[in-house]
């Protein structure tokens, strides 16, 4: 059977393609007695053996550095012996790690991705007692991960990457930000970053050689959304998935880039790593399932070991990077697991989250099933780290700003909510802030929280913190500054990211990990109880600051569009049964008049519940050679929207929605999070850039401006 032919052979069902080698059968959701799966020997090469399987549980990543293997699922670190490379034995593990995702290990520290739940780094000396050393708040969500010299990268999504100063790994330092796009995976080498982006579909490479003043050097597009990424000697290797550049055309013809739907390894040469050349690709399988979205690669000497999800292991022949070929693969069995509602009908093969080299050996990361040894005699060896020129790491010199008084805690300013002249500031692994605002700020008092401060809000003399891990937090203000402890709700097993608490004051609605609502009781504030909980598509983005007609609220996911919520004291609150279920992406939205107004694609769209039309088939209102993303607020005609993203600020009047006027437009260092205005002056929660507060002069003299101008 040829490439071609197999291709030919794939049937699109419901809507969703997969690759069906071997194996696969119709119907059900998969059952630990299914035959193992695998792709056609003729074209993929043979199929790998396993010839062990660990007994950890549901693995995401894995690592050997010299005789020792680790690994991470499911929140624990597990150590391993490896010198049998078969055959590990247990040495140490590690619980507490929130929902792992990739891991790095540099001198006996274990750099450790966990998504929403931060970054953990982990001393390892001891592998029999690995122990926590530091829990970091990065910029987002955190996924992928590399180490160079002194500084951490970590690829944050929708954020970038971020640079971060670990010489003391007990206490990380937020160095900057290069802003990629969406970045899954990053791998560092002699001052350059390559990084896999996702959304855009490229492969971007970043100068760090000064780790302050990362500069984006090359954008080179990829077939299918970016991922994985190996250097080694003069080429970098990119792995790829859905979906391809030309997704909408068929691509039966395996010379056709957009062959494999976006699944595939592409090669680029990096003599002059600031301008990559593109070598060549190979594809895999064509798949597509929603729902887990890994792939990656590693390098040991001409072979290239490619981990495509649920597609599993596929080993490619790259003695001559421009004719790359399959030599290997291993698919994993059935999981006999329950496949979420989400992710569709029909059967699953288990999904490779990563996976780790051994002497002849494969350590394969199953994400719903173990970690697993793969046999591959005369292909495995043990990933050898190059030779590496880290990045330099200036001095720190802030910089002023004219326009804006700057408070910097040490933690990173992610909300701030005010109360009379006080502000109340959720400093992440600062906990929470009490600053007096004017003549200049100045803090008053500084309280710790059981997990980053991630949201603030006040209502009354009562202010509510979302505290990640710590849950909700209820404090009174006592006066001068002083915060006394009032009540605490902590979902089990969970954390909590962000909360409002719209007047009156019975309720609150608290965003729970990264896609649950629950709306909280808070009338007796001692004692806080859960009522309703509703669990959405994709993250939640935006929960909305008003009530409608004294009575809903209106929440946005990222994949669900937006759904009203009841928090009627009359009645038990709940989902008011009204819904725009479009998706609208990670943007927010503002009631204007009896609708919403919503950032979407770069502008502006009016929706309603009873709005039937997809949001591609309503007017788009734009400002011109102006992009609007982010977190809106409104106030009077005055649209201030931030992007948290790439640093921007724009102030928009909404006068006549359909022509919107840019008022101002700026760009910060940092990642502004929702503003706050206090008497008209912006408050922004700038991330590690701290607190920016502006000046109330020359707010008087932006205002004297504008009469001036209107009067002309």
């Known amino acids: 059977m040829t490439r071609r032919s197999f291709a030919a052979s794939l049937v699109p069902a419901l809507g969703v393609l997969a690759a069906c080698g071997p194996g696969f059968a119709a119907g059900g959701h998969g059952a630990a007695a299914r035959p193992a799966v695998g792709h056609p020997e003729e074209v993929y090469g043979r199929q790998l053996p396993i010839v062990n399987n660990l007994g950890v549980g549901p693995t995401m990543a894995a690592r050997v550095v010299g005789q020792t293997l680790y690994s991470i699922g499911r929140g624990r670190l597990h150590v391993f012996d490896v010198s049998d490379p078969a055959n590990p034995k247990p040495l140490g593990v590690l619980d507490g790690l929130g929902a792992t995702r990739q891991i790095e290990v540099d001198d006996h520290v274990a750099y450790i991705t966990a998504r929403e739940d931060g970054v953990f780094l982990v001393d390892v000396a001891d592998p029999r007692k690995p122990r926590l050393l530091c829990h970091y708040d990065p910029i987002e969500v955190a996924t992928g991960m590399d180490v160079s010299g002194d500084v951490m990268f970590v690829a944050c999504r929708s954020h970038g990457v971020e640079l971060v100063d670990v010489s ?59 991922d994985g990424v190996a250097v080694r000697g003069q080429y970098v290797y990119a792995a790829t998935g859905h979906h391809s550049r030309a997704r909408r055309k068929p691509h039966p013809d395996e010379d056709d880039p957009g062959y494999g739907r976006g699944h595939g390894l592409e090669i680029f040469r990096i003599t002059d790593p600031t301008r990559p050349e593109f070598v060549s690709r190979i594809k895999m399988p064509p798949f597509y399932r929603i729902g887990n979205d890994m792939w990656g690669v590693k390098i040991a000497g001409d072979y290239a070991f490619v981990h495509d999800t649920h597609n599993g292991l596929f080993v490619v022949d790259i003695s001559d990077p421009k004719r790359p070929s399959f030599v290997a693969h291993r698919q994993l069995d059935y999981a006999g697991v329950r496949v979420p509602k989400y992710m569709g009908t029909g059967p699953l093969p288990a999904f490779v989250g990563g996976l780790a080299l051994g002497n002849g050996v494969v350590y394969l990361a199953g994400g719903w099933t173990d970690l697993h040894v793969v046999a591959a005699p005369g292909l495995a060896a043990p990933c050898r780290r190059e030779p590496d020129v880290p990045p330099e790491i200036p001095p720190f010199q802030p910089e002023s700003n004219p326009r804006f008084h700057v408070y910097r805690p040490e933690g990173q300013v992610r909300a701030v909510a005010l109360m009379d002249e006080l502000a109340m500031v959720a400093a992440g692994s600062a906990g929470v802030c009490v600053v007096r605002l004017s003549p200049e700020p100045n803090e008053l008092r500084r309280y710790p929280t059981q997990g980053f401060a991630m949201e603030v809000k006040t209502l009354g003399d009562l202010v509510y913190v979302a505290e990640e891990k710590g849950g909700l937090s209820i404090w009174r203000h006592t006066g001068g500054g002083a915060l006394a402890p009032e009540g605490r709700y902590r979902p089990r097993g969970r954390i909590v990211k962000d909360v409002v608490v719209p007047a009156p004051g019975r309720y609150a609605v608290v965003q729970v990990d990264m896609s649950t609502l629950d709306l909280v009781d808070v009338a007796v504030p001692t004692e806080p109880k859960r009522v309703f909980r509703d669990t959405g598509h994709g993250f939640v ?172």
């Open 168 to 226: 003391d790994p007990t206490k990380p330092r937020h160095l900057s930000t290069a802003r990629t796009g969406e970045a899954q995976s990053v791998e560092v080498r002699n001052g350059f970053a390559y990084v896999g982006v996702w959304g855009s579909r490229e492969l971007v490479v970043v100068d760090v050689r000064n780790a302050r003043k990362p500069a984006i050097t090359a954008r080179c597009p990829l077939d299918g959304n970016g």
């Open 541 to 712: 983005y935006h929960l909305g600051e008003d009530l409608i007609d004294g009575r809903q609220v209106c929440v946005l996911f990222q994949l669900g569009g937006l759904r009203w919520y009841d928090l009627d004291g009359e009645a038990r609150p709940g989902f008011a049964g009204l819904e725009y279920p479009h998706r609208l992406g990670g943007g927010g939205s503002v009631p204007l008049g009896d609708k919403r107004l919503v950032t979407y694609r770069g502008g502006l769209v009016l929706l309603s519940p009873e709005e039937p039309r997809p949001p591609s088939e309503l007017a788009l209102h734009r400002v011109e050679r102006q992009r609007l993303r982010g977190k809106p607020v409104l106030d009077g005609h005055k649209l201030y929207v931030s992007d948290r993203c790439f640093g921007d600020v724009h102030v928009i009047d909404v006068s006549d929605v359909a022509r919107p006027v840019l008022v101002q437009h700026f760009n910060v260092p940092g990642n502004p999070g929702r503003l706050v205005l206090d008497d008209g002056a912006l408050l922004i929660p700038n991330g590690y850039e701290g607190l920016w507060i502006e000046r109330k002069r020359d707010l008087d003299a932006q205002k004297t401006t504008s009469e001036r101008n209107a009067s002309k």
